[in-house]
């Protein structure tokens, strides 16, 4: 196989929690559509290297503070890309478009209405999703689940999975009725772990598939505008999950975890190998906390999910 075209790429963050995207110009490839600054390494160079080269040539901004949010690796019809995205939060100097470009900062949600390249389909969810995923633990009943779900939303939660197998389907409704309040109140998203059919009564954020649920899918089970998760264990249920179009995917488990004994852990080498080969933003799960996030991002993943050290 040809070598890939590696790139570096910025999004760059104000302090109002914008993004800023730029045009690419017409007549260039992929003229026309919005993209995150950066550009091609140069023979010597190192993606970060790269980075501060680009968004200087392009902006006229300093990277003070960078780390990687996203690898994408892509095939155009003409090409393959190694799309390494770093998430820019401390820059010093005022973006322009230094080389004729339209420059716009934007909200996250708006992303989605701006025109990309394809490869930018998972960068996007990258963007949008925060670092951290907390899954519900155990819980005696619904007012124990919702004050703990409380709590956890003003320790700063933002993406909060609802899992309760143990419910039928009437109490787990309920119970996500009420979650979706509370979660909707602090800004937050809520996934349901349950029948995609339930988003017609319960309207939350999105569907997390359970990896029976994933494998046993035909194709996406949720409407465009609703996140689809899936759990994942290795390389087949990665493919299933991309084929299916997941916008994100718990991988699991990195390391043994008292909630799923006797089930054998991936390790960390396993863990990055798997998440290179993904085409969405994978969150670490099992045994981990938030004190695992550099490490995690270090290897390509999007951030920590988990119950024990959330919930
Ligand atoms: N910078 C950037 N490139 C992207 C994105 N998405 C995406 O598919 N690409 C592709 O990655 C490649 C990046 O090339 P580029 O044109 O930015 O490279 P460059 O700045 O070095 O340009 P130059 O060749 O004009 O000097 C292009 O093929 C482009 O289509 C994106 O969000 N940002
Ligand atoms: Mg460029």
Redesign the pocket.
């Known amino acids: 196989m040809a070598q890939p075209?590696l790139?570096s790429?910025a999004a760059l963050f104000n302090e109002q929690g914008q993004v800023l995207i730029a045009k690419r110009p017409l007549g260039?490839?992929?003229g026309g559509l919005w993209?995150?600054?950066?550009?091609?390494l140069a023979p010597y160079e190192t993606g970060l290297q790269a980075l501060r080269r680009?968004i200087q040539e392009e902006l006229g901004v300093e990277i003070q503070g960078a780390r990687p949010l996203i690898k994408i690796h892509?095939t155009y019809p003409d090409?393959t890309?190694l799309?390494d995205v770093w998430r820019v939060q401390q820059f010093s100097g005022e973006p322009w478009g230094k080389e004729g470009q339209a420059i716009r900062w934007v909200s996250v949600r708006e992303l989605s209405q701006f025109e990309?390249?394809a490869?930018?389909r998972a960068?996007i969810r990258a963007v949008q999703l925060p670092e951290d995923y907390m899954i519900t633990g155990d819980f005696a009943d619904q007012s124990e689940a919702l004050l703990r779900l409380q709590a956890a939303l003003e320790r700063g939660v933002r993406l909060v999975q609802l899992r309760a197998h143990h419910l039928d389907a009437e109490a787990y409704r309920q119970l996500a009725q009420s979650a979706l309040e509370a979660c909707k109140k602090a800004g937050a998203s809520l996934m349901l772990n349950a029948d995609p059919a339930l988003l017609d009564q319960v309207d939350a954020a999105g569907i997390h598939l359970t990896g029976a649920r994933l494998m046993a899918a035909r194709k996406r089970p949720v409407p465009v505008g609703k996140w689809l998760g899936a759990s994942c264990h290795d390389a087949a249920s990665l493919q299933q999950a991309e084929r299916v179009g997941a916008d994100l995917v718990t991988l699991s488990p990195v390391q043994a975890t008292a909630s799923h004994p006797g089930q054998a852990a991936l390790g960390w080498q396993n863990f990055q190998n798997l998440v290179n080969g993904a085409l969405m933003p994978v969150y670490a799960l099992g045994g981990l906390g938030p004190e695992d996030k550099n490490r995690v991002f270090g290897l390509g993943a999007q951030g920590v999910a988990g119950i024990s050290r959330y919930w």
């Open positions: 075209l790139v790429a260039s490839d992929q993209e995150f600054p950066g550009g091609k680009e892509y090409k890309v799309l990309f390249p490869a930018n960068i």
